[in-house]
T-cell receptor, first 111, second 122 residues
């Protein structure tokens, strides 16, 4: 059972927009601005897409954006492309004994 | 180009030990907090352990505390994970990952290795 809750799957058609949620508590997502999002294609290492809730690393498309409200963070992807089909994981700093907590992951299908 | 290359995975019996290594190149290894993250087959990501640039600060997930030891050798640009008293539930791909910025803990990881598989089975 993961510390952060994500939907198991989301889907969208090319060109559409989707949003993936990540729900935690005031000890992690709600209490700190250290939420990150990772993209993982099958058999590959994760790739950092968003850090500190809203920031994109260099080279990441501006089709990807992050936000947070209360204990829930969100990753939005606009203009869906076939290459966006992958697993997406959120993570957050946690003030509990576990320094970093992850969500269970969301599989994005581009129809 | 930043590279992280893990090694040391393999098949081990329950109760056994493994030592994972991560060789880093093309960045100032001694300036960055480094991390281990694992992924059980078909499952999600799980943070395992972090070590600060000078090894002054070390953190472990509750699931591995007392059994795993993280360490680093800045002179050799290498990160290690000593895994003892291994259990079936430790079976996973273990990734070495770099903190996204130097000189501190930033809790997000911008470079990852390709992973090394540790399988615990009798």
């Amino acid at each position: 059972q993961s510390a952060l809750t994500q939907p198991a799957s989301v889907s969208g058609s090319p060109g559409q927009s989707i949003t993936i949620s990540c729900t935690g508590t005031s000890s992690d997502v709600g209490g700190y601005n250290n939420v990150s999002w990772y993209q993982q294609h099958p058999g590959k290492a994760p790739k950092l897409m968003i850090y500190d809730v809203t920031y994109r690393p260099s080279g990441i498309s501006n089709r990807f954006s992050g936000s947070k409200s209360g204990n829930t963070a969100s990753l939005s992807i606009s203009g869906l492309q076939a290459e966006d089909e992958a697993g997406y994981y959120c993570s957050s700093y946690s003030s509990s004994t576990t320094l970093v907590v992850f969500g269970g992951g969301t599989k994005l299908t581009v129809l | 180009e930043v590279q992280l290359v893990e090694s040391g995975g393999g098949l081990v019996k329950p109760g056994g030990s493994l030592r994972l290594s991560c060789a880093a190149s093309a960045f100032s290894f001694s300036s960055y907090t480094m991390n281990w993250v694992r992924q059980a087959p078909g499952k999600g990501l799980e943070w395992v352990s972090s070590i600060s640039s000078s090894s002054s600060y070390i953190h472990y997930a509750d699931s591995v505390k007392g059994r795993f030891t993280i360490s680093r050798d800045n002179a050799k640009n290498s990160l290690f994970l000593q895994m003892n008293s291994l259990r079936a539930e430790d079976t996973a791909v273990y990734y070495c990952a770099r903190d996204r910025d130097s000189s501190g803990f930033y809790f997000s990881f911008d470079y990852w290795g390709q992973g090394t598989l540790a399988t615990v089975s009798s």
